[in-house]
Every structure is written in structure tokens, then in C-alpha cells.
């Protein structure tokens, strides 16, 4: 759900959560398993679209939701600005050998 609101691959989220383990979890990441997971499938079991088999689950609150929204951000800067770099050099390379 997370990486559908951001629109990336859920992989991306996992290689945050990765990375800044320790900012998200801070922030309200929470990684529900064993009896707080039972809790949970319980009170959300009449959703239609809550899958019952898993054995566990990684919860957001607003913050580490928005922290995530924040590292996707400082990631697109830094590719951003990487490619404009790198633009920038192809062109000043095709200026001196021309």
C-alpha cells in the first residue's frame, strides 16, 4: 500500500526499511508478528481484503509514512541531479573534442 501511494516497486520500500531501519522505526514503522499480529487479524478480519496467511506485517503510522515519502524524494534529487551532471559533462566532453 505504501509503494502504491508512492508509486514505486514495493522493493523500494524494502531496501528503506533496510537503510533506515532504525530512522523509520523511530519515526513509527512496526514490524507486527506473533501474538500482536493475532490481535490485529482479529480486529480487522470482516475486511475483504485482508490476507489471513501471513505471519507478519509491517505497519506505518502517518510520520514513518511520510518518512518514506521523504527518502523517495531525496532519492529522485540525487538521481536528478546525477543525470543533470552527467548531461552536462556529455555535452562539455562533445564541446572539446568538436
Avoid at 13 to 24: C, P, Q, T, V, W
Avoid at 37 to 50: S, V
Avoid at 52 to 62: A, C, S
Amino acid at each position: 500500500m505504501v509503494a502504491d501511494f508512492y508509486e514505486v516497486d514495493s522493493r523500494t520500500i524494502d531496501n528503506y526499511l533496510s537503510s533506515h531501519e532504525d530512522e523509520l522505526k523511530h519515526n513509527g514503522y512496526f514490524l507486527c508478528k506473533g501474538k500482536r499480529l493475532k490481535d490485529f487479524k482479529l480486529h480487522f478480519a470482516h475486511e475483504n481484503n485482508f490476507v489471513n496467511k501471513i505471519t507478519q506485517l509491517g505497519l506505518f503510522d502517518f510520520r514513518a509514512f511520510l518518512n518514506i515519502g521523504m527518502l523517495s524524494i531525496l532519492d529522485l534529487t540525487i538521481v536528478s541531479s546525477f543525470l543533470i551532471y552527467r548531461n552536462h559533462t556529455d555535452r562539455t566532453d562533445t564541446l572539446l573534442t568538436a
